[in-house]
């Protein structure tokens, strides 16, 4: 259920939260589709400065990041958000369309790479990895 803004309104038993970070508007609406129907809570940014706001109401407990995006990219939010006490331990998995991981992923402590597009499937099973155990 969607509350003022599109943000989605915690649902009782939620599974845990989640923040997906992209600039392609269909890609946010499709893994928000995904990801609500398990049983999570969903928050969607189109960018890094939205998501830094939407960081700041509330910590998820994992972050679905694009890379490309344009003026903050996915690596330049994830290196602050790890230089950032608050929010240093929320889990990151990148959503990328290239083939193999680059090192910044790997130094940045990603806990997955996703390679767009990403099969719903692959999705929720790096997703529930790093969820709370209820």
Do not use: Q, W
């Amino acid at each position: 259920m969607k509350g003022p803004g599109g943000n989605a309104v915690p649902a009782a038993g939620a599974r845990g939260s989640i923040l997906v970070v992209d600039d392609d508007r269909s890609l946010r609406e499709l893994l928000d589709i995904h990801l609500s129907n398990a049983g999570y809570e969903v928050r969607t940014a189109e960018d890094a400065v939205m998501a830094g706001r939407l960081l700041l109401e509330r910590a998820p407990d994992l972050i679905v990041l694009d890379v490309d995006m344009p003026f903050m990219n996915g690596y330049e939010l994830a290196a602050a958000l790890k230089g950032d006490p608050r929010t240093a331990n929320i889990p990151i998995a990148f959503l990328t369309s290239d083939d193999d991981p680059d090192d910044r992923v790997r130094r940045l402590c990603a806990v997955a790479h996703l390679r767009k597009p990403v099969l719903a499937d692959r999705l929720l099973e790096v997703v529930a990895l790093y969820m709370p155990r209820l």
